[in-house]
Structure formats: structure tokens, C-alpha cells
């Protein structure tokens, strides 16, 4: 459990006189941090807010009790004391602003609670609600490996104005009681980082089984399971950084950019052994090169930032995957991403949501979003996926609306270092609904007409040697009997 944090002093800092100068009465929004389950303690690094929802309403706001006494000249609503008012949270919509927030974070950096900008009274009528927003949150934001059930609930309070961290101990029955305070402080952590940087070059071979493929499964399906079967392989992985072998415990001792390379044991022809299963009926073939970063705190150990590269690589496989649904299950138009089924005298579109495998004639191919990075605080970088038709100008819309941040102008310093897009192959559906059996008899059939041929072959030729031996015999008697004759 974490048992203390502590928070970047100039972030904290700049989102404490936001809020001041806001004439919000409360307001609710992401932490942005790590915790790290090897020192016991959190770092919070910014404080980014949830935006309206679509309705243009803020995700939280007070609600007042019912009958109002307050004389004309009573403090403002922002800083009301009355014991009664309470916050009301749009707890979906702040889970949904951590789910697309989370595609952005790169390794070791991540959405690790929320904050809320309220009074004392109103935060104490409230926790229930604060407590189901902060497992919403995890749930939106979940990690593949986490063995910490806890995230932060950081309050900020007006008046009198004061910080306090609590941790929130996730769990199936989750109560006001999962509360407990942690000691909070500020300082300088941003700073004190450390930059790791891995390209990782992948070849995944997924074979479609035929029971599935009569179930009407999904191309995304078959990748998203592809995916997380990958993750065990990839976390078995030896690592190594600036050219030496990652073999305990230690700290990085010196600055500027680490490489990191992962070393994955030999592995078999997937694709020869996927094909040798009886009941394939297709392969998927996905393949193309991840850039990732992992940002490690300078007491963490370095196995501790390739934990967090792995992490990332396959947090990033899965986000583009949730990109091309998302966008598939809005409403078509232009820019919806589609996969091509080639035909020989035609072609069809269909999104990638509606994409059924057994439905397939030809092979197919698809392109996935490739990932950019944007600087973001004290050489830190976020992440995000553009689609091969999108501009840079989504990038900055994407900031603006998710993180409260301008993207640089400068074009140059967003880092674009994967070259080409991550591609996906299938191959023909054609004969899906066949049972397999009946491919195998004609294997059968066809074994057995071979066999047969050799086998008249073998019977054509054996006539055809004893034949060229009774001549030959019967010319060498001629022969001998003619030179006896002649001696006599």
C-alpha cells in the first residue's frame, strides 16, 4: 500500500491558482502520476481536468440543500460553508475522460486517481460518490499487470485552503470506509526522472480456429485475444540497456536517453504450426515496429522502467485497436476507418466493428493508427494515434481536449519516429463453413491415387525386366553354342 506522495510543486502550484481564479464551486478531474509498488509511494506529476460533457455541462457541480436561508450578504457560492450541500459527479463521463486520457500516457506514467476541488462539507457528504468515481476510473483505466488495488482521491479545499491525499482500496463492495489517509507533500520529482526509449519490432501469426470463425468472430476480437496471449511471452523477455544485460535490481546512475532492447527466446514457425492444427481455418498476420518511452524515478530499480516499456508496448497495441472500433461504431463518414476486401471483379468497405472473419472471400489488410509523441512537462513526452488520412492538427485538438494543454507549434518537436503503420493480414475465409474432415478425406483420396500410380508403375516395369533378361540369356546361349560348333 502507498504510504506517501508526493506532487510536482510547480504543477501543483499553477492548478492551485487555477482553480482559485475559476468561479467554479467544485470541480472534479485526473491525477496524473505513478505509483510504485517497490518504495511504497505515489508521485502525482499534473492535475488535468475533466471537460464538459456533451451536453455542455460540467462532470461535477454542488447541489445545494433545498431550502436556502443565505441573507443577500453572504459569501459567494464558491465559498459557501453549508453543511447540507453535497457534490454530484458525472461519474461516466470522468471514466470515459480517463479511458482516452490513458491512450496518451507513455510507460511509467499514468492516470492514478482523481482530484476534486470542493468544500470540507461538501467533501464529506460526498464520499460514497468520490469513492465509486475513483473505481470508475480504475476500471476505465486498468492496467494489464497491477498489483496495487489502490488509487489516490486528492482533495483541494477552499476554505480553509488545504491539500490531503487519501488512498482508495479498491474492492467488489466498494464503501466510504476504502478511505484511508496518506501523507501528502510537495517537491520536485518531475526533474528527477529518467528517459528510456525501445523499438520493438513484432511478427505475430494468429491462427482463426474454425469453431469460432462459425460464431461470427471479429477480426478485432481475434487481435485483441492474439494480443493478450503475446503478453506472457513479452514479459518473459530479457532486456537490455545501452548494451548491457539487465541482471538485478540496480539503479540507473547516469543521465540522458536509455536504449533498451528486448531479447525474446527463439520461438517456432508459428505460422507452419498454426497451419498444422486440424481445426484452422485462417491466419491473421500482424506485423510492424512500436516506439515506446518509460519514464523511471531515480530510486526505482532499472528493471522496474522495462517492466514499464513492456507495459507500454502492449497498452499501445490495444489502444489502436480500441481507436479503429471507436471510430468505426460512430457514424460513417469520410475519415471512418475501413478494411478493403479485394475481390477479383469488385470491392466492398466495411468497417472494422462489422467485420465478421467467415464473411471473408479474399485476403484483406488493414493499417493501424501510428503513434506520435508531444512534449509535455520537464522533458517528458505523451503519446497519441493518428490515422494515415489525419494531420497534426488532431493531435493539438486532442491535447486541448483531453489534457488542457497546448501542442508546440513548432511541428519539428513532435516526434514522429514510426515510420510505417502497423498491418494486419488476413487470408482467405472462403472455405470456412467446410468441416475439416472433408478436407482431410480428399487429402486421403489424393494420397491414395498417388500410391496407386506408383504401385501400376512398379507393375508396368517388372514385366518389362524379365522380358530384357530372357533376350539377353537366350543371345548368350546362341553365342556359346555357335563357338562350340565352330571348335568342333
Not at 4 to 30: F, Y
Amino acid at each position: 500500500m502507498v504510504k506517501a506522495v508526493v506532487g510536482e510543486e510547480s504543477q501543483l502550484q499553477l492548478a492551485e491558482d487555477r482553480l482559485s481564479q475559476s468561479s467554479a464551486p467544485a470541480q472534479v478531474g485526473l491525477v496524473i502520476g505513478k505509483l510504485s509498488s517497490c518504495l511504497d509511494r505515489g508521485f502525482v506529476y499534473d492535475l488535468v481536468p475533466t471537460p464538459q460533457n456533451d451536453a455542455g455541462q460540467p462532470a461535477c457541480s454542488v447541489l445545494e440543500p433545498a431550502k436556502d436561508n443565505r441573507k443577500k450578504g453572504s459569501k459567494p457560492k464558491s465559498q459557501t460553508s453549508d453543511s447540507s450541500s453535497s457534490l454530484v459527479i458525472d461519474k461516466d463521463w470522468v471514466a470515459e475522460h480517463a479511458r482516452q486520457v490513458s491512450r496518451m500516457m507513455v510507460g511509467g506514467i499514468r492516470v492514478v486517481g482523481i482530484y476534486v476541488w470542493a468544500s470540507e462539507a461538501a467533501f464529506k457528504n460526498s464520499t460514497m460518490v468520490l469513492c465509486q468515481t475513483v473505481k470508475g476510473v480504475s476500471e476505465a483505466a486498468s492496467l494489464l499487470e497491477d498489483d496495487l488495488d489502490e488509487r489516490l482521491l486528492i482533495h483541494i479545499c477552499y476554505s480553509p485552503r488545504r491539500w490531503t491525499c487519501r488512498n482508495c482500496t479498491l474492492s467488489s463492495n466498494i464503501t466510504s470506509s476504502s478511505l484511508w489517509p496518506c501523507d501528502f507533500k510537495m517537491g520536485r520529482v518531475l526533474t528527477s526522472l529518467q528517459t528510456f526509449k525501445c523499438f520493438y519490432n513484432f511478427d505475430l501469426r494468429l491462427p482463426i480456429y474454425q469453431e469460432k470463425a462459425l460464431k461470427s468472430e471479429t477480426l478485432v476480437g481475434v487481435l485483441r485475444n492474439g494480443i493478450s496471449n503475446y503478453v506472457k511471452e513479452l514479459q518473459g523477455a530479457k532486456a537490455m540497456i545501452d548494451g548491457n544485460l539487465v541482471v538485478n535490481d540496480e539503479t540507473c546512475t547516469t543521465d540522458g536517453m536509455h536504449e533498451v532492447e528486448l531479447l525474446l527466446p527463439f520461438m517456432k514457425d508459428m505460422y507452419i504450426e498454426a497451419c498444422s492444427q486440424k481445426d484452422v481455418v485462417g491466419i491473421v498476420s500482424f506485423t510492424g515496429s512500436v516506439c515506446s518511452f518509460s519514464f523511471l524515478n531515480s530510486k526505482e530499480p532499472v528493471s522496474q522502467a522495462v517492466a514499464d516499456i513492456k507495459d507500454d508496448i502492449i497498452r499501445s497495441l490495444l489502444s489502436r485497436l480500441d481507436i479503429i472500433c471507436d471510430e468505426a461504431d460512430g457514424d460513417a463518414g469520410p475519415n471512418d476507418d475501413v478494411i478493403k476486401e479485394t475481390r477479383n471483379d469488385s470491392s466492398s468497405e466495411k468497417p472494422v466493428s462489422q467485420l465478421v472473419l467467415h464473411s471473408l472471400r479474399k485476403n484483406c489488410n488493414l493499417s493501424l493508427p501510428r503513434r506520435v509523441f508531444v512534449p509535455w512537462l520537464s522533458g517528458t513526452f505523451i503519446s497519441d494515434y493518428l490515422q494515415p488520412s489525419e494531420t497534426l492538427e488532431v493531435l493539438k485538438d486532442h491535447c486541448v481536449e483531453l489534457m488542457s494543454m497546448e501542442a508546440p507549434e513548432d511541428a519539428s518537436k513532435i516526434l514522429e519516429p514510426e515510420e510505417g503503420s502497423l498491418r494486419v493480414t488476413t487470408t482467405s475465409f472462403w472455405d470456412v463453413v467446410l468441416p475439416y474432415s472433408s478436407t482431410s478425406s480428399s487429402s486421403h483420396e489424393k494420397n491414395r491415387e498417388i500410391t496407386g500410380k506408383v504401385t501400376s508403375q512398379k507393375t508396368i516395369k517388372s514385366p518389362n525386366v524379365n522380358l530384357i533378361a530372357a533376350i539377353v540369356i537366350l543371345l548368350l546361349s546362341v553365342l556359346v553354342g555357335y563357338i562350340f560348333v565352330r571348335k568342333s
